[in-house]
């Protein structure tokens, strides 16, 4: 609080005149202080975070397919477990601690993220953001086309016989 700040204070009625009374001000807090959650200092970017979220879904998938073959498989340890090594390998002393909590909060921040991308672009008719099959589909179309040009004919020891 600011002390040549004027404040607007109700007198007590058990206070004599010319007596004195105590009055507390609130100290104005950050918003994200008060509902609990400190600041994020740490920046990851989009990739990583996205990279984050493919690596969360490839391990549940395993552990899936692992626990349907082996029936002694801990399905549900091995789930909650997969950011273990992961935090390992971050500083200890970061502003933000990278804990197993905050390595869930950021993949479930960049999953909504990506489904909002994905919506919103849906809702407009642009088709500019792509799921990771369409990726690996479009590299198996780029690689039909460099295939269909050697198809064609345009092959120069083709060109040279005729």
Do not use: I
Request: charged share 40%.
């Amino acid at each position: 609080h600011n002390k040549s700040q004027r404040l607007r204070v109700k007198v007590p009625k058990d206070c004599l005149p010319g007596g004195t009374f105590k009055v507390s001000v609130p100290v104005k807090h950050d918003p994200a202080e008060v509902d609990g959650e400190e600041k994020d200092h740490n920046t990851f970017s989009r990739e990583f975070q996205e990279l984050l979220d493919d690596y969360a879904r490839a391990h549940d998938e395993w552990c899936s397919l692992q626990s349907s073959v082996d029936k002694t498989f801990s399905l549900f340890k091995e789930k909650q477990a997969k950011y273990d090594p992961l935090v390992a390998l971050f500083p200890t002393n970061l502003l933000t601690p990278v804990t197993v909590e905050y390595m869930k909060k950021v993949v479930r921040r960049a999953r909504q993220n990506r489904h909002k991308r994905k919506k919103n672009a849906s809702m407009k008719g642009d088709g500019s953001t792509k799921d990771d099959d369409d990726d690996e589909s479009d590299r198996e179309d780029a690689g039909d086309e460099t295939n269909n040009n050697n198809k064609d004919g345009d092959d120069e020891s083709t060109s040279e016989a005729a």
